[in-house]
Each structure stands twice: as structure tokens, then as C-alpha cells.
């Protein structure tokens, strides 16, 4: 099988899989077979005779794992596979967690808290300080919290950290309070949130090192998918299990790091031969997935960032056509240019709806794309809505199910207490929480021990609150005796939720009583597919609500499998692959966001975006941006993005008759954009961090004002419009500029004075009729 097993590789992957001497980092260029590379990495070791449970792959998401354990399955055979120790950070180290709990002081069965558990809890200790929540925004000191757990700053250390200090400035001292009382209340609930299934697996390994070495002794090779996208506390933890034997494999791609708002930290992969003295290091830089020249392109864009390691991407693919850049005069000219290319490569290509893409930047760009794509009856999708398991319907009964299996869980417990209505108000659950907060308690011990803990309240009331413990403690003693459907069915049916989902039929109720019953197929699934896989007698709502808890949308399908364009954020087509691709909104105050222009460090994870959107393209890559766009309830004028500047523009086919003429926002503009160019590297902030790695050195040294960069630019840098034209100067024939619709031709005039009108066919939006006196528009011609 060997020689077999590598004539299935080149060069470059043959000698990333067959290194297994020491630590190793494999930068994986996009479209060069990473997935490939790992699945045979395990395979090989496999081969040479480790155990499958010896092997600890860490991944980002359950669908990485799955898929990778299948294709190692039919290398190996499934027997094999199915012992791998794989999976993501979150859910390995979850089942580290369950069993070694009670050495950091928690139950086995703790509740998984998701970001809405998290914020809601925040919150409330936000509400019970007496702090004014809109200074302290529940969200955003969430956010602090969970950014400070991606650093392993803990409660007590937050206090006396610069974090404290920062937080002082911004007017926000509590929040090192507000981040202790967090910790305690997750502990008093027996629940941790997903930034502390890392935190508390390093606290575990740092403090019972003869544990560390257990899981260091089990583990005897380690391999980690998507390391650019690892944060702090990650890295860590690999470095934890890792530092003696120092038997790692590390796979990415420095110039797809994208995801700092998270905690990825791109240092992690950047620094990693220092951190592993002796590593090696390996680079696939073969794309099998684009044309040359989308390929090309991609270098030129990426060459311009410092802080790299050095790669040469190439593609033996055909040539194919350069990238397709199409400014507009607006975001509704934008999204019928995009309309139209759709229709015509769909026809040119006799390809699918599907193998189309628009990408933005943020989300709210899509309204523009939607209502074009609606009005051309193009079908498509919002890739990274709602998930199933985010729906209120969903959510309520998972509440349910978290409170019977872990009755301490004071998230769930506030949300189902009285859903269906049974009498237990605010003003009750309020006196409850106090109780509990009193006497230093959870909520459930203040219920089941009423004695113990007293509260205010009537004898009616109390009799209510001891019904809902009755109803709880029911299903709790079948939580071990029956499986999670016959369970959960019954929770549904008895708690009332089935009455109060099935008591309406508009369109509304329908849809979440589809969503109820698919799932209950879901749960049945779950039971019948753990039953038929011989995975035991897991069938149990605790092993349930485990899946559930670590779920991501990426995980799912999003959306139906029907043949339709895709509307995504960038950061979610990470990973994706597109025949034909769209970036759409290459303007300043977009893309590079302005959030993100005061750091050169920022800056260089913007231009990476870029990398990345356009490395999801196939064949085709279309560039678009607008000259103006409606803002803040006006219209803004925006200049192209530096990032256009940036790609070599030999490679760039710019369509200036998008917008009509040969400069298609007219003269004036370009030269005071030519006259005042911006200077890439001049205009941000020293980077606090220093740099990792060498400058690179591009083969071909690009001047980045240069002649060739002008043309580009005297096609797609804007002008303001004039406005209020006389009508006299207009006639049938007139070709005219509009600051909306772009360039037209007037084929009618009528009216008078005030109530002239002109019929206007453009070029990109079809036929128009406009009232002179408010038009904006200028005479070309």
C-alpha cells in the first residue's frame, strides 16, 4: 500500500507527510491539498504501526473532523479511524474536562453556556450592580470577558492587569468586578462557557501536572489543523501537551489569517520554529484550485504584506482570464453590473446558479445584491443565518433539557421557569434569584429547600414553583433509563410547549411548528444513527445536549442544497470555493475597513481578506466597487480601495465602460487622486509588536505609483456630480452621466418647466424616467 499511498501526492506533500522525526509546520497555500496532507499525515503514522488513540487531531469544526476521520477511513479502514482521537479545541477538550472535573472543582455534568447563555448572564450581574447597562454594554463586556479568557488572563489577574487599567480609561472600572462575579456565578451553576472549556483545560494541566503528563503520554502525536486561526490559549494548551516529546504537526496559512476579532493570533504560526527549536518546515505551494492568472493576481495583492513567511503560490491550471475589475456609479448600478454577469458567465459557462458567489465585507451590503437578485429573478441564499439550534423554539426546549440534566444550570432555569406561562412571574423569579445570591446558593437549591432558604412569597405561589420542581425531578430520574427521544418527546408534550407551538396557524406558528417537529427526527436520529454505529448506550439527553452545545453554523448546511447564488461575508467563505466569485464594495470606507487603517498590523489582516476572497474563485474573479452609495440616510461619495492598487495591474482588466467613457468618474477627480496619492506604508501607527519574520522580497520589486498603477486609477477614481442641469441644454440623443445610474442615453423629452421629464435608456439599469428638476446628473455628450 505505501507506494500506492504516495504516488497519490507530490512532491512538497510527500515530504510534509513522511517527516516524523520532530515538530514540523506545513504552510499550505490556498487551493494546495492541506486536508489531503493531514488526512495521509494520520494515515502514515497509522502505517507505521502508532494506535489510533495515540493520534489527537485538532480541528476548527465538527464537519473538518468528520470529514477528514472519512477519507482516513478509506485509506486505512474505518475500523482504524473511528479510535482516531479527533476533533475540534472545544469538544476534545470537553471530554478532557468531563472526566478529570473534579480536580478544578466542577460536577462531570456541567452545562455548556453558548454566547447567548453567556450574555444573558452578564446582563443580569450587569442589572444587580446597579451599573447603567449603557456604559456597560452586556455585549461588549461579554466580549472583554471572553477576549481576556483567549489570553489566559484570569478574574483575579484581570484586576492587576493593564486590561483593568484600559478599562479604567474608558470609563469602565467594574468590569474586573463584573468578571469575577461572572466566574463565581458560572461555578455556583456548574457550567462553563466556551472560552473556559480552554481556560480551564490549561488551569487543569498547569496545576496537576502528574494529569498533564497523563493526556502527554497518551497522546503521542499531535496535529493541528488551521493553526493561523489559533489563539493564545490554544497554543498553550498544544504547547502543554507537546513541549517534551515535541512530536507536532502544525497545518495553515499565514496569509489567511482573518480571524484576530475571535483571538486568532497570527503570531501563533508566524513564531512557531521559534517556540519548537529544530522544526521544520514545509510549504505546499501548489493551487489546484484557480486559474494561473487568479493565482498571479493573489501574489501580487498578498506580496505587499511584511509580516509573512515567504511562499511562491502557482497554479498548472489553464491561464485563464485575468481579474475583472467593474467600478459603478453606485451600489444599485454595482449590484445590476454583478445581475448581469451572473446571467451572461451562467450562459457563457452552462453552469449553475450555485457556482456563483457574491462577497462583501460586512453584512449589511447584501440589501442591494438581494433586491437585484429578486428583481432578475435569480435565485440565491444568505450563507451564515439564523442556525436551527438559535431559533426561540429550539432554544426553549434545549433549556429544558440543560435544566433536567444539570438542575444547578441558572441560565436555563430563568428562561423555562415560566415558558409556558404557569403563574411564576418576574417579580417571583426575582425574589428567587435574591434568595440565591443571599445565602450564596443556586437557584434550584433555593426551590428544593424552601425551608433552608425563605422566600416572600404566597402559599399559591409557592405551590407553583414546587408543581414546576415536581415536573423537573420527574424527568430527572429517567435521565439514565431513557433514551434522549422517548425523553425528550415526552418533555415536549408534558411541559406544554407542543400545546403552545401548535395553538396558532399563521405563517409564523407553521414555521416553528416545522421547526419542532424536525427536531424531534432530530433527536430520533440521533438515538437510531449512536444505536446502529455501535456507539454504545450514548443515547441519553446529556450526550444530546453535548452535540448540541458544540454545534457552529459553519457546521451546518445553512440553507437548503438547491441550486442558488451565495451571499456571504468574506469571513465566512474562509475554506469555500466558487467557480465564479464576486468582491463586491472595494471602496476605502468598506474594505479596508476604517476600523482598521490606524495599524499597519490591522491593516496587513485586511489586505489578507482580500487574499482570501479572491482565492475562492475558481475561473472567474470580478472585482466591483461604486462611486457612491446610500449612507447614514444620505448619499456618501468613496474612492476605490488601496487594495486595488496593490494587485500588479498587468494582471487587472479594469472595465471602465461600466460607468461609460474612458475615465469613467470623469477627470477632475483622478487628478487630485493621483495628485495626492495614499501612501500605503507612511499613514499608520508604528506596530507595537515586533516583527517575526524577515521583510519579504518580492521577485519582481512593484512601484506601487507608478505608471501603470495611474491608468488604473484615471479609470475608477470618482468625482462629485454636478446637479441641476439646465433643461434647456438637454435633447433627444443627449448622453449623460447620473450619479446613480451611471451613463444613459436620453431617447425623450416632455413636459414643461417644472414637469420636464426625460426618458433615459442606461447602460447598466435599464430604461429610466426622470423628473430635470431634481435629476442629478452632468451632459457628456
Request: charged share 25%.
Given at each position: 500500500m505505501n507506494n500506492e499511498f504516495l504516488k497519490q501526492l507530490n512532491e512538497s506533500q510527500q515530504e510534509a507527510v513522511l517527516y516524523n522525526d520532530g515538530a514540523s509546520l506545513v504552510i499550505a497555500g490556498a487551493g494546495s491539498g492541506k486536508t489531503r496532507v493531514l488526512t495521509y499525515k494520520i494515515a502514515w503514522l497509522l502505517e507505521q504501526g502508532m494506535r489510533p488513540w495515540q493520534i489527537l487531531a485538532l480541528t476548527f469544526t465538527n464537519k473538518a473532523a468528520r470529514e477528514m476521520k472519512e477519507r482516513i477511513g478509506r485509506l486505512v479502514g474505518e475500523e482504524q479511524a473511528r479510535y482516531l482521537q479527533m476533533g475540534t479545541f472545544h469538544s476534545v477538550f470537553a471530554r478532557i474536562l468531563r472526566a478529570e472535573a473534579e480536580h478544578i472543582g466542577y460536577n462531570s455534568n456541567f452545562t455548556i453556556y453558548d454566547q447567548t447563555d453567556a450574555r444573558s448572564l452578564v446582563k443580569a450581574i450587569i442589572k444587580e450592580m446597579g451599573l447603567d447597562d449603557k456604559v456597560y454594554k452586556p455585549s461588549s463586556v461579554a466580549d472583554r470577558i471572553s477576549m481576556a479568557k483567549n489570553h489566559l488572563i484570569l478574574p483575579q489577574a484581570y484586576a492587576q492587569s493593564a486590561w483593568a487599567s484600559d478599562d479604567a480609561q474608558q470609563k469602565r472600572p467594574q468590569v474586573s468586578h463584573i468578571y469575577i462575579r461572572y466566574a463565581e456565578r458560572c461555578r455556583q451553576a456548574n457550567a462553563m462557557d466556551f472560552d473556559d472549556l480552554l481556560v480551564q483545560t490549561w488551569v487543569l494541566f498547569q496545576n496537576h501536572e502528574d494529569i498533564r503528563r497523563k493526556y502527554v503520554d497518551k497522546f503521542h502525536f499531535v496535529l493541528v489543523d488551521e493553526y493561523q486561526d489559533t489563539n493564545f490559549a490554544q497554543q498553550s494548551i498544544v504547547y502543554q501537551l507537546t513541549k517534551e516529546r515535541q512530536m507536532v504537526c502544525v497545518v495553515g496559512d499565514d496569509a489567511q489569517s482573518i480571524y484576530s476579532f475571535r483571538g486568532a493570533n497570527i503570531d501563533n504560526i508566524l513564531n512557531f520554529r521559534s517556540q519548537y527549536e529544530g522544526a521544520r518546515l514545509f510549504k505546499l505551494e501548489q493551487n489546484y484550485r484557480s486559474t494561473q492568472l487568479i493565482v498571479q493576481a493573489a501574489n501580487s495583492l498578498i506580496r505587499r504584506n511584511e509580516r509573512q513567511i515567504p511562499k511562491n503560490v502557482y497554479s498548472k491550471n489553464e491561464h485563464g482570464e485575468k481579474l475583472q475589475l467593474k467600478p459603478a456609479y453606485s451600489d444599485k448600478e454595482e449590484a445590476m453590473i454583478v445581475a448581469q454577469d451572473i446571467k451572461r458567465l451562467k450562459r457563457q459557462d452552462h453552469c449553475n446558479w450555485s457556482d456563483f458567489a457574491i462577497l462583501y465585507r460586512t453584512n449589511s451590503q447584501s440589501r442591494s445584491f438581494e433586491e437585484q437578485l429578486r428583481?432578475?429573478?435569480?435565485?440565491?441564499?444568505?450563507?451564515?443565518?439564523?442556525?436551527?439550534?438559535?431559533?426561540?423554539?429550539?432554544?426553549?426546549?434545549?433549556?429544558?433539557?440543560?435544566?433536567?440534566?444539570?438542575?444547578?444550570?441558572?441560565?436555563?432555569?430563568?428562561?423555562?421557569?415560566?415558558?409556558?406561562?404557569?403563574?411564576?412571574?418576574?417579580?417571583?423569579?426575582?425574589?428567587?434569584?435574591?434568595?440565591?445570591?443571599?445565602?450564596?446558593?443556586?437557584?434550584?437549591?433555593?426551590?428544593?429547600?424552601?425551608?433552608?432558604?425563605?422566600?416572600?412569597?404566597?402559599?399559591?405561589?409557592?405551590?407553583?414553583?414546587?408543581?414546576?420542581?415536581?415536573?423537573?425531578?420527574?424527568?430527572?430520574?429517567?435521565?439514565?433509563?431513557?433514551?434522549?427521544?422517548?425523553?425528550?418527546?415526552?418533555?415536549?408534550?408534558?411541559?406544554?410547549?407542543?400545546?403552545?407551538?401548535?395553538?396558532?396557524?399563521?405563517?409564523?406558528?407553521?414555521?416553528?411548528?416545522?421547526?419542532?417537529?424536525?427536531?424531534?427526527?432530530?433527536?430520533?436520529?440521533?438515538?437510531?444513527?449512536?444505536?446502529?454505529?455501535?456507539?454504545?448506550?450514548?443515547?441519553?439527553l446529556p450526550d444530546f445536549l453535548q452535540e448540541v452545545a458544540l454545534l457552529t453554523d459553519l457546521d451546518s448546511d445553512n440553507g437548503d442544497e438547491n441550486d442558488k447564488v451565495t451571499l456571504m461575508t468574506i469571513h465566512s467563505a474562509k475554506g469555500l470555493e466558487f467557480p465564479t466569485v464576486f468582491v463586491v464594495g472595494l471602496e476605502e470606507n468598506i474594505f479596508p475597513s476604517p476600523m482598521c487603517t490606524n495599524s499597519m498590523r490591522e491593516l496587513e489582516e485586511e489586505r489578507r481578506l482580500l487574499y482570501v476572497a479572491i482565492t475562492r474563485a475558481e475561473k472567474h474573479c470580478v472585482l466591483t466597487c461604486a462611486q457612491n452609495r446610500f449612507r447614514y440616510g444620505r448619499m456618501e461619495y468613496d474612492t476605490p480601495s488601496r487594495f486595488i492598487r496593490d494587485i500588479d495591474p498587468e494582471l487587472l482588466d479594469v472595465h471602465s465602460e461600466a460607468g461609460g467613457g474612458t475615465s469613467i468618474f470623469g477627470g477632475s477627480r483622478s487628478a487630485s487622486w493621483m495628485q495626492n496619492p495614499r501612501p500605503v506604508a507612511t499613514q499608520f501607527k508604528a506596530d507595537p509588536k515586533p516583527r517575526a519574520v524577515a521583510p519579504r522580497q518580492p521577485e519582481k520589486p512593484v512601484d506601487p505609483f507608478g505608471p501603470q498603477f495611474k491608468r488604473v486609477y484615471n479609470a475608477v477614481a470618482p468625482r462629485p456630480m454636478a446637479s441641476d442641469p439646465s433643461a434647456g441644454d438637454l435633447r433627444e440623443g443627449s448622453t449623460i452621466e447620473h450619479q446613480r445610474f451611471g451613463v444613459g442615453t436620453v431617447i425623450k423629452i416632455e413636459g414643461t418647466g417644472e414637469n420636464t421629464k426625460a426618458t433615459v435608456q442606461f447602460r447598466n439599469v435599464g430604461t429610466k424616467q426622470l423628473l430635470l428638476k431634481f435629476a442629478k446628473f452632468k451632459i457628456i455628450g
Amino acid at each position: 500500500m505505501n507506494n500506492e499511498f504516495l504516488k497519490q501526492l507530490n512532491e512538497s506533500q510527500q515530504e510534509a507527510v513522511l517527516y516524523n522525526d520532530g515538530a514540523s509546520l506545513v504552510i499550505a497555500g490556498a487551493g494546495s491539498g492541506k486536508t489531503r496532507v493531514l488526512t495521509y499525515k494520520i494515515a502514515w503514522l497509522l502505517e507505521q504501526g502508532m494506535r489510533p488513540w495515540q493520534i489527537l487531531a485538532l480541528t476548527f469544526t465538527n464537519k473538518a473532523a468528520r470529514e477528514m476521520k472519512e477519507r482516513i477511513g478509506r485509506l486505512v479502514g474505518e475500523e482504524q479511524a473511528r479510535y482516531l482521537q479527533m476533533g475540534t479545541f472545544h469538544s476534545v477538550f470537553a471530554r478532557i474536562l468531563r472526566a478529570e472535573a473534579e480536580h478544578i472543582g466542577y460536577n462531570s455534568n456541567f452545562t455548556i453556556y453558548d454566547q447567548t447563555d453567556a450574555r444573558s448572564l452578564v446582563k443580569a450581574i450587569i442589572k444587580e450592580m446597579g451599573l447603567d447597562d449603557k456604559v456597560y454594554k452586556p455585549s461588549s463586556v461579554a466580549d472583554r470577558i471572553s477576549m481576556a479568557k483567549n489570553h489566559l488572563i484570569l478574574p483575579q489577574a484581570y484586576a492587576q492587569s493593564a486590561w483593568a487599567s484600559d478599562d479604567a480609561q474608558q470609563k469602565r472600572p467594574q468590569v474586573s468586578h463584573i468578571y469575577i462575579r461572572y466566574a463565581e456565578r458560572c461555578r455556583q451553576a456548574n457550567a462553563m462557557d466556551f472560552d473556559d472549556l480552554l481556560v480551564q483545560t490549561w488551569v487543569l494541566f498547569q496545576n496537576h501536572e502528574d494529569i498533564r503528563r497523563k493526556y502527554v503520554d497518551k497522546f503521542h502525536f499531535v496535529l493541528v489543523d488551521e493553526y493561523q486561526d489559533t489563539n493564545f490559549a490554544q497554543q498553550s494548551i498544544v504547547y502543554q501537551l507537546t513541549k517534551e516529546r515535541q512530536m507536532v504537526c502544525v497545518v495553515g496559512d499565514d496569509a489567511q489569517s482573518i480571524y484576530s476579532f475571535r483571538g486568532a493570533n497570527i503570531d501563533n504560526i508566524l513564531n512557531f520554529r521559534s517556540q519548537y527549536e529544530g522544526a521544520r518546515l514545509f510549504k505546499l505551494e501548489q493551487n489546484y484550485r484557480s486559474t494561473q492568472l487568479i493565482v498571479q493576481a493573489a501574489n501580487s495583492l498578498i506580496r505587499r504584506n511584511e509580516r509573512q513567511i515567504p511562499k511562491n503560490v502557482y497554479s498548472k491550471n489553464e491561464h485563464g482570464e485575468k481579474l475583472q475589475l467593474k467600478p459603478a456609479y453606485s451600489d444599485k448600478e454595482e449590484a445590476m453590473i454583478v445581475a448581469q454577469d451572473i446571467k451572461r458567465l451562467k450562459r457563457q459557462d452552462h453552469c449553475n446558479w450555485s457556482d456563483f458567489a457574491i462577497l462583501y465585507r460586512t453584512n449589511s451590503q447584501s440589501r442591494s445584491f438581494e433586491e437585484q437578485l429578486r428583481k432578475d429573478n435569480i435565485p440565491y441564499r444568505i450563507y451564515g443565518g439564523l442556525s436551527f439550534y438559535q431559533r426561540k423554539e429550539i432554544k426553549d426546549v434545549i433549556a429544558y433539557f440543560r435544566l433536567i440534566a444539570n438542575p444547578y444550570d441558572e441560565e436555563a432555569f430563568k428562561r423555562i421557569i415560566n415558558y409556558p406561562a404557569r403563574g411564576i412571574g418576574d417579580t417571583t423569579v426575582g425574589k428567587i434569584v435574591q434568595t440565591a445570591q443571599a445565602y450564596g446558593v443556586s437557584l434550584w437549591q433555593v426551590i428544593t429547600e424552601p425551608i433552608l432558604f425563605p422566600m416572600d412569597v404566597s402559599k399559591a405561589t409557592m405551590t407553583k414553583i414546587q408543581a414546576f420542581r415536581g415536573l423537573i425531578e420527574s424527568w430527572v430520574s429517567r435521565l439514565n433509563t431513557e433514551d434522549v427521544y422517548t425523553l425528550g418527546h415526552d418533555i415536549i408534550m408534558t411541559s406544554g410547549i407542543s400545546k403552545d407551538i401548535y395553538s396558532g396557524r399563521n405563517p409564523e406558528d407553521i414555521s416553528r411548528q416545522e421547526n419542532l417537529e424536525e427536531f424531534l427526527s432530530g433527536l430520533q436520529d440521533f438515538v437510531e444513527s449512536r444505536r446502529e454505529e455501535d456507539m454504545g448506550d450514548q443515547v441519553y439527553l446529556p450526550d444530546f445536549l453535548q452535540e448540541v452545545a458544540l454545534l457552529t453554523d459553519l457546521d451546518s448546511d445553512n440553507g437548503d442544497e438547491n441550486d442558488k447564488v451565495t451571499l456571504m461575508t468574506i469571513h465566512s467563505a474562509k475554506g469555500l470555493e466558487f467557480p465564479t466569485v464576486f468582491v463586491v464594495g472595494l471602496e476605502e470606507n468598506i474594505f479596508p475597513s476604517p476600523m482598521c487603517t490606524n495599524s499597519m498590523r490591522e491593516l496587513e489582516e485586511e489586505r489578507r481578506l482580500l487574499y482570501v476572497a479572491i482565492t475562492r474563485a475558481e475561473k472567474h474573479c470580478v472585482l466591483t466597487c461604486a462611486q457612491n452609495r446610500f449612507r447614514y440616510g444620505r448619499m456618501e461619495y468613496d474612492t476605490p480601495s488601496r487594495f486595488i492598487r496593490d494587485i500588479d495591474p498587468e494582471l487587472l482588466d479594469v472595465h471602465s465602460e461600466a460607468g461609460g467613457g474612458t475615465s469613467i468618474f470623469g477627470g477632475s477627480r483622478s487628478a487630485s487622486w493621483m495628485q495626492n496619492p495614499r501612501p500605503v506604508a507612511t499613514q499608520f501607527k508604528a506596530d507595537p509588536k515586533p516583527r517575526a519574520v524577515a521583510p519579504r522580497q518580492p521577485e519582481k520589486p512593484v512601484d506601487p505609483f507608478g505608471p501603470q498603477f495611474k491608468r488604473v486609477y484615471n479609470a475608477v477614481a470618482p468625482r462629485p456630480m454636478a446637479s441641476d442641469p439646465s433643461a434647456g441644454d438637454l435633447r433627444e440623443g443627449s448622453t449623460i452621466e447620473h450619479q446613480r445610474f451611471g451613463v444613459g442615453t436620453v431617447i425623450k423629452i416632455e413636459g414643461t418647466g417644472e414637469n420636464t421629464k426625460a426618458t433615459v435608456q442606461f447602460r447598466n439599469v435599464g430604461t429610466k424616467q426622470l423628473l430635470l428638476k431634481f435629476a442629478k446628473f452632468k451632459i457628456i455628450g
